[in-house]
């Protein structure tokens, strides 16, 4: 226990540990979805069926490990973009890809690394991922 918790887990500022995982796990997704940051877990149909499983994502995934500062957010992203279409998860993806953007982080730069998959993950998840990404870039 550190000199700022108390044995009940809180801090003495009054925050709890996961809550202020929470609060930056919602800091991160703020930056990446600022669209649909305005809810208590998001404006999406599975956050509004499962609200306790997305508060858990964004502490954890979000507060825990994004929020990390071995990384900046837009490597983060770029990692993960990657990550995600080597899986082959493009629902996530296309989320993903729009968080990019939302960074700043080009089209150009997204189309590199959906390609670099190709080379570790094959030609036919990144044809996968490409399609996700000309579909979120408005390509017709």
Do not use: C
Request: aromatic letters at 6%; zero cysteines.
């Amino acid at each position: 226990m550190s000199d700022d918790e108390r044995p009940d887990g809180a801090r003495r500022d009054g925050a709890r540990p996961d809550e202020e995982l929470l609060a930056r796990g919602r800091a991160v997704q703020a930056r990446l979805w600022p669209q649909v940051a305005g809810g208590p877990t998001g404006q999406f149909p599975a956050a509004r069926l499962a609200p306790d499983f997305y508060r858990y994502v964004a502490a954890s995934a979000f507060g825990m490990l994004w929020d990390r500062p071995g990384l900046e957010l837009r490597d983060r992203s770029l990692v993960t973009v990657a990550q995600l279409a080597a899986l082959g998860r493009t629902d996530e993806l296309r989320a993903h890809l729009r968080g990019a953007l939302n960074l700043g982080i080009t089209e150009e730069e997204l189309v590199e690394v959906l390609m670099q998959t190709a080379v570790y993950a094959g030609v036919p998840a990144a044809n996968d991922a490409l399609k996700v990404a000309a579909d979120v870039f408005g390509v017709g």
